[in-house]
């Protein structure tokens, strides 16, 4: 077909480096590339992919919304009443460190009893103008073949920018599984990290050698066994309560 849909008789073949055939363009402004290249090499790069890989979660969490009311009475776990609000988290339990005033403070944190900081559903109400953003701490484990795990303490947690989150008038959804990175790593790392935790938890002969055999060909932290997750979540709210500008900070905390 030629640039008018209009079929062309028994066309020959394209040939390469036939100059008729060269579309030559001298206009900078088309030659510009916005596109930046992925690798794994370098921090900025990583930084990249985690945003990018938050706006498919954000895009998924986006299309569960469009089918959900966003009611508070949808949402059954774990509540906190402020002066100005109250904000529910779906599927959590959680506990406090410390007695904290919740009705006078802007800025509290939980221990999570029950349930895991991936993919929450989070309720507002009484307020105005909501928007709210997550930050994630994320750390490494070993996953077995039956499931068992084994998180390697020893390894540095890797914390997120401030994403936001999708949200359906006052119903929000936090980040997802594509969200989460951690710091680069490579078999040396994980080796050393699995003897400390084999030390410190005093593992038998034969546990301790299928560990090790589990990571033989394991060069960074997104090969099997391992897992990232979250081991702390802190949402910021930023609203209207009454006209005026208010800031909440919530953080949950697994307990490890």
Known sequence: MSCKDAEVGNPSPIEFGDPTLVVTEEDSSYLKNYTRDISRGGNQNQDDIAKMMHQVDSLKATQKLESVEATSGDIEGFEIRFKECDVKFDGLEAKELEAQDEQNLESVSYLVTKGDLES???????????????????????????????????????????????????????????????????????????????????????????????????????????????????????????????????QFDLLE
Do not use: H, M
Request: aromatic fraction near 10%; proline fraction near 1%.
């Open 120 to 250: 929450i559903k989070v309720s507002i109400s009484g307020l105005t103008d909501v928007f709210v953003e997550e930050r994630i701490f994320t750390k490494l484990e070993l996953v077995n073949d039956e499931g068992k795990s084994l998180r390697l303490k020893s390894l540095n947690r890797k914390i997120s920018d401030w994403f936001n989150l999708a949200s359906n008038d006052t119903l929000f959804i936090s980040a997802g599984a594509n969200s989460f990175q951690f710091n680069n790593t490579d078999n040396e790392k994980i080796k050393t990290a699995l003897e400390k935790e084999i030390i410190a938890q005093n593992l038998d002969k034969k546990e301790s050698a299928a560990w090790r055999a589990s990571i033989k060909e394991t060069k960074n932290y997104t090969d099997r066994p391992c897992r990232v997750f979250v081991s702390t979540a802190q949402f910021r709210i930023t609203a209207k309560y009454k006209g005026k500008k208010l800031r909440k900070l919530i």
